[in-house]
């Protein structure tokens, strides 16, 4: 009897046990709204309402809940087709980038980088991107229908400044069109885009390889369209570094003339190397050939060089009467030795000339430096040799001058430089005057005469 009465007491015990348990369970889902921050609960702002900040249910409300609140447009707990992440409806154009909805990209319309109907920007895909410069888009990438395989329109002749890049079956092409003719805006006024190392100087960059558009290092300009300098941190072969660690002590790697320093020497591996206290390169241009301006020891050769206008072009200057001695002023970036002093004529001539370099001296033609002898200009490119057969300059400023018979002559010109000229009668068949003559006259035209110097350097 004992052991029945143990064993209904026992089973009593547990349901009291599971009855406070329940009641304890029911107790915490019902607090919600109370103020107090119970078990299970995120929050508690003392009511049971939604768009608080707390739902009824006692959780945070935020976007991406499920729960549509007051300043949300959707909420589909997450990005559907219809919403976007941010609980805003789904739409191309809209910043938001919806993969659920098919959007590749969304820049809030057309970039370089995202179509405007939100997907990867492709020639061939059949929407033209004026932000990638395309002129056209067929959706292929055929040439001669029209839009070639880089989607420029194909045109009979380019219209620069027209909006669209065109291209002419014959190759004559633009790699962009920002619809204006303006140079330094990105796009150039022929069309070209504009870049550092495209070979011409743009705002913001102190050189461009020649600056003429021939690309890339020169002896003045680094890579990045800075200045050439020993010490700025941009190693430079064509200026004859072999490194830049951007200081100028040596000892540490790289000495203070930018070569690089080590063991040993090893010419022609395109390096130009010091080794501390012994051997070293002035050059490297990665051979061990000579007369090729650095020699099969890594030393500097001289290099051939001119200095003023030795590119032909056409329009003559022939205002000038016969019997003038004529100068025109030409910049050495660097010291040369001079060899030869030349003009370009532009038409068959039987003029007698003779040519001669000045000093300058605060702005003008001083002192004789060198003069040809006399020779008849026919048509073409002189290049006469100097009566004192090699004169070492110094860089800065100088005058080619020149001294004509009769007005035959028409030296050709570089057609839109203008420069400035100084002039004054001289006799061609006495000597070339050792002084500039002090009472000249001044001319400045809108051509300059293609006069230029010859040497080494």
Same mark, same amino acid.
């Given at each position: 009897?004992?052991?029945?009465?143990?064993?209904?007491?026992?089973?009593?015990?547990?349901?009291?046990?599971?009855?406070?348990?329940?009641?304890?369970?029911?107790?915490?889902?019902?607090?919600?709204?109370?103020?107090?921050?119970?078990?299970?609960?995120?929050?508690?702002?003392?009511?049971?309402?939604?768009?608080?900040?707390?739902?009824?249910?006692? @959780?945070?409300?935020?976007?991406?809940?499920?729960?549509?609140?007051?300043?949300?447009?959707?909420?589909?707990?997450?990005?559907?087709?219809?919403?976007?992440?941010?609980?805003?409806?789904?739409?191309?154009?809209?910043?938001?980038?919806?993969?659920? /909805?098919?959007?590749?990209?969304?820049?809030?319309?057309?970039?370089?980088?995202?179509?405007?109907?939100?997907?990867?920007?492709?020639?061939?895909?059949?929407?033209?991107?004026?932000?990638?410069?395309?002129?056209?888009?067929?959706?292929?990438?055929?040439?001669?229908?029209?839009?070639?395989?880089?989607?420029?329109?194909?045109?009979?002749?380019?219209?620069?400044?027209?909006?669209?890049?065109?291209?002419?079956?014959?190759?004559?092409?633009?790699?962009?069109?920002?619809?204006?003719?303006?140079?330094?805006?990105?796009?150039?006024?022929?069309?070209?885009?504009?870049?550092?190392?495209?070979?011409?100087?743009?705002?913001?960059?102190?050189?461009?390889?020649?600056?003429?558009?021939?690309?890339?290092?020169?002896?003045?300009?680094?890579?990045?369209?800075?200045?050439?300098?020993?010490?700025?941190?941009?190693?430079?072969?064509?200026?004859?570094?072999?490194?830049?660690?951007?200081?100028?002590?040596?000892?540490?790697?790289?000495?203070?003339?930018?070569?690089?320093?080590?063991?040993?020497?090893?010419?022609?591996?395109?390096?130009?190397?010091?080794?501390?206290?012994?051997?070293?390169?002035?050059?490297?241009?990665?051979?061990?050939?000579?007369?090729?301006?650095?020699?099969?020891?890594?030393?500097?050769?001289?290099?051939?060089?001119?200095?003023?206008?030795?590119?032909?072009?056409?329009?003559?200057?022939?205002?000038?009467?016969?019997?003038? =001695?004529?100068?025109?002023?030409?910049?050495?970036?660097?010291?040369? #030795?001079?060899?030869?002093?030349?003009?370009?004529?532009?038409?068959?001539?039987?003029?007698?000339? @003779?040519?001669?370099?000045?000093?300058?001296?605060?702005?003008?033609?001083?002192?004789?430096?060198?003069?040809?002898?006399?020779?008849?200009?026919?048509?073409?490119?002189?290049?006469?040799?100097?009566?004192?057969?090699?004169?070492?300059?110094?860089?800065?400023?100088?005058? =080619? /001058?020149?001294?004509?018979?009769?007005?035959?002559?028409?030296?050709?010109?570089?057609?839109?430089?203008?420069?400035?000229? #100084?002039?004054?009668?001289?006799?061609?068949?006495? /000597?070339?005057?050792?002084?500039?003559?002090?009472?000249?006259?001044?001319?400045? /035209?809108?051509?300059?005469?293609?006069?230029?110097?010859?040497?080494?350097?």
């Amino acid at each position: 009897m004992k052991k029945i009465i143990l064993y209904f007491t026992l089973i009593l015990s547990v349901f009291v046990y599971m009855g406070c348990e329940k009641d304890e369970i029911t107790t915490v889902v019902n607090n919600c709204g109370n103020d107090k921050l119970d078990t299970g609960e995120e929050c508690d702002d003392g009511n049971t309402n939604n768009n608080d900040g707390c739902s009824s249910v006692c @959780k945070y409300e935020k976007c991406g809940d499920g729960v549509l609140q007051e300043d949300e447009t959707c909420d589909d707990g997450g990005e559907s087709a219809d919403c976007d992440s941010d609980c805003t409806a789904s739409a191309c154009g809209d910043g938001v980038i919806n993969a659920a /909805a098919g959007e590749d990209c969304d820049d809030a319309g057309e970039s370089a980088e995202c179509n405007n109907n939100c997907t990867l920007p492709v020639c061939g895909d059949g929407v033209k991107n004026a932000s990638t410069n395309e002129g056209c888009d067929d959706g292929n990438t055929t040439a001669g229908d029209n839009c070639d395989d880089i989607c420029r329109k194909e045109v009979t002749a380019p219209s620069c400044g027209n909006g669209i890049v065109e291209v002419t079956a014959g190759g004559n092409e633009e790699t962009c069109d920002d619809g204006n003719t303006t140079s330094d805006d990105g796009c150039s006024s022929s069309c070209w885009l504009e870049f550092c190392g495209d070979g011409y100087v743009q705002t913001g960059e102190e050189c461009d390889g020649d600056g003429a558009g021939t690309a890339g290092e020169t002896l003045y300009c680094d890579s990045d369209c800075t200045f050439a300098s020993c010490g700025d941190t941009v190693t430079n072969a064509a200026a004859n570094e072999g490194c830049d660690d951007g200081g100028i002590i040596p000892g540490d790697g790289c000495d203070d003339i930018c070569r690089l320093e080590v063991t040993s020497t090893t010419c022609g591996n395109g390096v130009v190397e010091v080794v501390v206290g012994g051997v070293t390169e002035t050059c490297d241009d990665g051979n061990t050939t000579a007369g090729d301006g650095c020699d099969e020891l890594c030393s500097s050769e001289p290099v051939e060089v001119f200095y003023g206008n030795y590119t032909p072009f056409n329009g003559p200057i022939s205002s000038w009467i016969p019997g003038y =001695i004529v100068a025109q002023k030409v910049t050495l970036s660097a010291g040369m #030795i001079l060899t030869d002093i030349g003009m370009i004529i532009n038409q068959a001539s039987t003029t007698r000339v @003779k040519l001669a370099l000045y000093s300058d001296v605060s702005g003008t033609a001083t002192n004789m430096v060198a003069d040809t002898s006399i020779f008849t200009a026919t048509l073409g490119d002189h290049m006469q040799p100097i009566n004192q057969g090699s004169v070492n300059l110094n860089a800065g400023d100088y005058w =080619i /001058a020149f001294i004509y018979s009769d007005t035959t002559l028409n030296p050709d010109t570089d057609g839109g430089n203008t420069s400035t000229y #100084i002039y004054i009668a001289q006799s061609i068949d006495v /000597a070339t005057p050792s002084v500039f003559p002090a009472s000249y006259f001044t001319y400045t /035209a809108g051509q300059s005469l293609n006069l230029y110097i010859h040497g080494l350097q």
